[in-house]
């Protein structure tokens, strides 16, 4: 303790001190002019301030007839997907405010006009690269306390922290597939990439990868998770340079990665198929999370 | 322990949550958004997020820290909403202080002042006034409800102090 406890005394006045810290500034304001001045003074504040709250308490009225009528009711499934709408909206202000737009939208600029100037060959590599990779480390940043400020997720209660982050991965992936969506319009104006095809190479990759990282955060943290599917795809993306650099001399053997660069209907659909079942058991995982053993209620 | 029967749907003990807290937030909320009908009606949402958020409270904070940072939310989203603007500082509502013997009336007309210039202080400098002695949260608490450092509630003391000497001595308006 400094020789002055100045910032201890507001919290001596209201009681919230430790029984050793309450005994120690009672001993030191027995002794201490200036601390005994200082206390006083916010003594004084003490009284109006709870002389103020007072004003303020009125009779407590009666839990209201509605709130007993909906402790029992369930919601509709378009109240649900109401609140669910709103809880997505409503992380917009994290998404601003940690930088993540801004990023994303660089990102995804600077892969459009990557493959743009690239020949035509090479086109897609730009955008099957970055946009995959770009959604696991938006994955992995929005999950976990690592993420966010614990106050925060407290003061959001009570809906539940992972429903929270699933929400604001939602809004953020949601942004990138515009953003890469747009990107994709610009490169089918602009080269001989269809619309289609630029929006297969990516997008299946994007929903597979970013789904496996959720779910790999949830059971396990968010930054092997993110390792992990980072280097998943980093090992595709290398034997994909490979096996198209020996395509021309070699037939090779299967398994060939080269249907990535052009992705037929089914290839998509079983990628797309995978992601939603993996987010699925992702919700299910959240859903039901067990109560922590040993619960106990430290307040009052 | 009641926090766990509401979590198990006892009503009852929701009820009972409500007669031991409902004070507390009611103050709490009526502080925060200047009118008392307003206040109750969100006091309500308080209690039905309680309801349904019982299963999923951890234990991590107390019972009471956990209901303010749920009405402390509830009002900012209805002030946001409703682009609120709340009268600088003036409640409504408030009675005058009854008259009494002359001792105690000067010391009345002391508390008063002391009233008055809380009333005019800056709205999150107040809140921690109010947090710390009348709700009697910790300063990690006080910093987890308000959702800023253990530090910002510190210099946030102090300035309040500051400014309430500035507006007993009559020298000027507060800084924020």
Redesign the interface.
Known sequence: MSDHPTDQITHYIAGTLTVDQHQSIERHLSTCPACRSEFKEWQHIASGVVSLAHELTTPLPPISPVLHASLHSRPTVLQALHSAAHLIWAQRVVIFRSGILPATALVVVLATFSALILPEGNALYPLLTAIPILGVVITALLSGAEGDSAYELVASTPTHPETLIYARISLALGTLILLAFAGTIILSIFSHTTLLGGIAVWLAPLLLLSSLTTVLALVWSPLPAAATALGLWWGILLLLAHQRSLASEIPFAEPSLLPLLHPGPWLVGIQILLALLMWVAGWVLVAHEKHPSGFQEKGR | ????AI?Q?D?RA??EL???Q??GI??YL??RLGE?QLA?EV??DV????????????????????MI??A??KAINIMQRQRYVQAPHI?KD??DPAPGPSSLVERED??AQ??D???RLPEAQRET??L???H????NEV??????SPGTV?SR?HR??AN??QLLTSQGEPDE
């Open positions: 322990m009641l926090i766990r979590a749907g009503t929701l009820e409500y007669a031991r409902g004070p009611l103050a009526i502080s008392r109750e006091l309500q209690m039905l997020a309680v309801w349904r958020g019982a299963g999923r409270f951890r234990g991590e904070s107390r019972v009471r820290t956990w940072s749920i402390r939310h409640h408030l009675p002391a508390l002391v009233r210039a809380l009333r006034l109010e710390v002695f009348y009697r949260l910790s300063g910093a987890q409800v308000m959702g800023v510190k003391l309040a102090k309430l000497i």
